[in-house]
């Protein structure tokens, strides 16, 4: 009997997926005679009576899919299964409803491609239905462990180095501070490579306790240079150090961290600032080759350990290679800048200031 896959997206998009899903889709279909079926939203998909699925046409998934950015399917990164939001605001759990859902689709695999807080939420809602669970790591934040590379991130810095591109020149016209804002979660990778990428005179990223005093000098000392303007790329969750001497109760947490340093960095120096806050613009773009050529190694794989009888793992790119790793090993572990990683140490070699250090 031909064997009969899923496959979802779960959390917040990025650049890369649909080339995963259609990478794992014509494997299945050619490689060995199978039917997958893509699952709407996520898993609130699989919570529809009946669930919202169809079967993907291996015909109709032409290159040109692989160009899009987005998930066709869909996906979201609200609405947990085990603590559903209910109109009457309670929270329910509709764990045993997904998985009626998942045996109506008679699946014999599922791909999840999600973030390691979705790939672990997939995991245990999988559990309980018999259904081999295989992830596929995505997310901007390129902070899912045990895999170098999540499919969306190189997009991303992409996106993020081209904002630098244009900042630059607008930023020198001016004579001004201009403060790049990106996202990234509790993690400096899209900050730290973007701002190395993009030439940042200054990254501030969650991982590197940093001062406002020590940014301010860094860009006064810039100016004793000749320098008018500078560019600043700062984390949305790299907060405000402990160490500032600027009050912590008006600093924000996460939202609002590009036009908070803004306005501090311009009392501070007496320079004019402005912020840009990248933000939902580095998800949705078309992938960079690196991104397809990621999610196209990552689906095939993902079907082959199906294939292979193989479950509740993760594939993953490291070294050059693609690798599988058991999901208990990648869930709850966020992976994030080591400040004494090579990333950290080129910064620094260029001169740029992390904040720790004027
Ligand atoms: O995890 C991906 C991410 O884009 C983070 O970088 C960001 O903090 C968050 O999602 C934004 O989520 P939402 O799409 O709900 O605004």
Known sequence: MTKRI???????????????????????????GWTTIGIAHG???????PVTARVLDA??????????????????NRGDPFAFPMPDGTLCDRSAELAEGVRSLALDGMIGIGGDGSLDLLRRLFAPTGVS???????????????ERAIGYSTAVAI???ALDRLQPTGV??????????MGRDAGHIAIAAGIAGGADVVLVPEVAWRLDHVVKHIAALRTQGRTSALVVVAEAAGQSDESPTPADDAPSRHGMGHWLSHRLAAASGAEARATVLGHVQRGAMPTAEDRLLAAALGVRAVDLLAEGKADRMVAWWNRKVIDVPLDKVVGRARTVDPAGSLVATARALGICLGDTA
């Open 6 to 32: 899923g496959i979802l997206t779960s959390g917040g998009d990025c650049g890369g997926l649909n080339a995963a899903i259609r990478a794992a889709a014509l494997r299945a279909h050619h490689g060995y």
């Open 43 to 49: 898993t609130l998909g699989l919570l529809d009576h």
């Open 59 to 76: 015909k109709r998934l032409d290159a040109a899919l692989a160009r899009q950015g987005g998930t066709f399917l869909g996906s979201t």
């Open 133 to 147: 669970f295989i992830g596929i790591p995505k997310t901007i934040d390129n902070d899912v462990p045990h895999t």
């Open 160 to 162: 993020a180095t081209e």
């Open 173 to 182: 016209s001016h004579a001004r501070i201009m403060v790049l804002e990106v």
